[in-house]
């Protein structure tokens, strides 16, 4: 997918601008704080009706502004293209308000919408995902797997939901004011849907694995192995859903008396960790900043992959300001991999590393 023409209006620092986006290398030059990364963010919220550094729509509406709009074309290796529009208007000191539009009206469901525009988002946080602790791990895959499998953000929700009962029941029954009886339909239902996680997630990483340690091995010049490791906090011996069920009720019954203690669920995928290791060891705690930068794009661009390979069509990929801390032949490995995809935006406040071939150059004036 590619996004050919992109128009923003009254969006943060941008008061007006009309793109028009050949497919191949778009490189987005200029100083620090010209708006690169808005223009990234205006992409995201078309795509998934969201920004990746905001949970406030208002904010991106230009200061002064009482309403920001971003329009954008997006075409796929079929069909006709999709023209998006999204509408923030400020509303007195609360949230603005949001009007998602696709192809002329309001879509049947976010859901159906997100599932559509297949995007992936590089970003310089996303450094964290290596060095960071379990849960940003989880987000994505959590992430990545509502991209791909349109049911498991139903489980996952269904999941939480069941936990949080659980969590409420468990306090309660400390206190002598709910029993076991109370928990049980909670506990069935957050063991279904927990195991449906697990299995999900398994196969997420089975697939991403070795094109992470591809994508690592490629941008690292080879001498270097990554390797993704799902560990489930529920270990199952074999890998089918009745015993993944199996597994989780035998886990919660060791560790019942536990739970009472604290008031809350201490087993399930709410736990779970993907290992990444560079050379054998824990990236997180042995990895430099750069391998850790190349293993997160690995693991990024692996997404896009996979999404590639379920969809048979490549998402849109965005790196905001991703190539500063690599070394130049990484840098240039990097672009090279422009090819696998149908499109892609790239921000820098640098210089694009000589003998990689740009399709078009926006160049961003200082603010
Ligand atoms: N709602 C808003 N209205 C107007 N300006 C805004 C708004 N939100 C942010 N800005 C300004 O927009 C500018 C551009 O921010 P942005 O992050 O897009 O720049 P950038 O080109 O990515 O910079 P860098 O190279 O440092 O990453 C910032 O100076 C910020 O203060
Ligand atoms: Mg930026």
Not at 87 to 113: I, Y
Not at 169 to 194: C, I, N, Y
Not at 272 to 301: C, H, M, N, W, Y
Request: charged share 25%; glycine share 8%; proline share 6%.
């Amino acid at each position: 997918m590619h996004v050919t023409r992109l128009s923003l209006s009254q969006f943060r620092c941008h008061d007006r601008l009309e793109l028009a986006l050949p497919p191949g290398l778009n490189v987005f030059v200029g100083p620090n704080a010209s708006g690169k990364t808005s223009l990234l963010e205006a992409v995201t919220l078309l795509v998934s009706g969201r920004s990746p550094r905001t949970n406030w729509l208002r904010e991106m509406i230009r200061w002064g502004a009482d309403q920001a709009r971003v329009e954008g074309v997006f075409a796929g290796a079929t069909g006709s293209p999709d023209e998006v529009t999204v509408t923030l208007t400020r509303s007195g000191s609360g949230e603005a308000q949001r009007d998602l539009c696709l192809n002329g009206a309001p879509p049947a469901s976010v859901g159906a919408w997100l599932q559509r525009l297949p995007v992936v988002l590089f970003e310089p946080d996303d450094l964290q995902l290596v060095k960071a602790g379990a849960k940003g791990r989880r987000r994505f895959i959590n992430m990545a797997l509502a991209g791909l499998r349109p049911l498991y953000l139903d489980d996952l929700l269904r999941y939480r939901r069941a936990v949080q009962h659980r969590n409420e029941l468990l306090k309660q029954a400390a206190r002598g004011r709910a029993s076991g009886e109370d928990l049980a339909p909670w506990t069935a239902q957050m063991v279904r849907a927990g195991a449906q996680l697990m299995a999900d997630r398994e196969w997420l990483v089975e697939h991403l694995g070795p094109r992470a340690a591809a994508l690592y091995a490629d941008l690292s010049g080879g001498t270097e192995a990554l390797e993704l490791r799902y560990r489930p906090n529920v270990q199952a011996e074999e890998e089918g859903l009745p015993e993944r069920m199996q597994a989780f009720y035998e886990a919660l019954e060791a560790a019942a008396t536990w739970e009472l203690r604290r008031g809350s669920t201490q087993v399930g995928p709410h736990r779970d960790e993907l290992l990444v290791l560079i050379g054998g060891k824990p990236a997180r705690d042995f990895g430099s900043q750069g391998q850790q930068r190349t293993a997160a794009l690995a693991l990024k661009l692996a997404q896009a992959q996979v999404l590639t390979a379920s969809r048979g069509e490549p998402p849109l990929v965005l790196l905001d300001d991703c190539l500063s801390e690599l070394d130049g032949s990484r840098q240039r490995h990097v672009l090279e991999l422009v090819g696998q995809f149908d499109q892609l935006l790239l921000t820098t406040a640098g210089e694009v590393p000589a003998g990689v071939e740009v399709a078009h150059q926006v160049v961003l004036p200082p603010a």
